[in-house]
C-alpha cells in the first residue's frame, strides 16, 4: 500500500538544503548514515522536506 510523500518539517534552512541537493560538499563529510537515509528517501520522493518557523 503506498501512501505517497510524507511531510517532513523544520525549521533550519541548512538542514532542509542539505537533504535536498544533489551535491557532495567536503563540509558536510562527518555527516553520518541517518542524513544519507533522509536524502535518499527525499530523492526517492518518499518523502518531503518542508520549511516552518519555530513560531508556527
Given at each position: 500500500m503506498?501512501?505517497?510523500t510524507i511531510p517532513i518539517y523544520g525549521d533550519n534552512m541548512s538542514?532542509?538544503?542539505l537533504a535536498s541537493n544533489l551535491m557532495?560538499?567536503?563540509r558536510s563529510k562527518h555527516i553520518e548514515i541517518h542524513y544519507h537515509y533522509v536524502r535518499e528517501k527525499v530523492l526517492s520522493k518518499d518523502v518531503e522536506i518542508k520549511?516552518?518557523?519555530t513560531k508556527e
Open positions: 503506498q501512501v505517497g538542514s532542509i538544503y557532495f560538499h567536503a520549511f516552518i518557523r
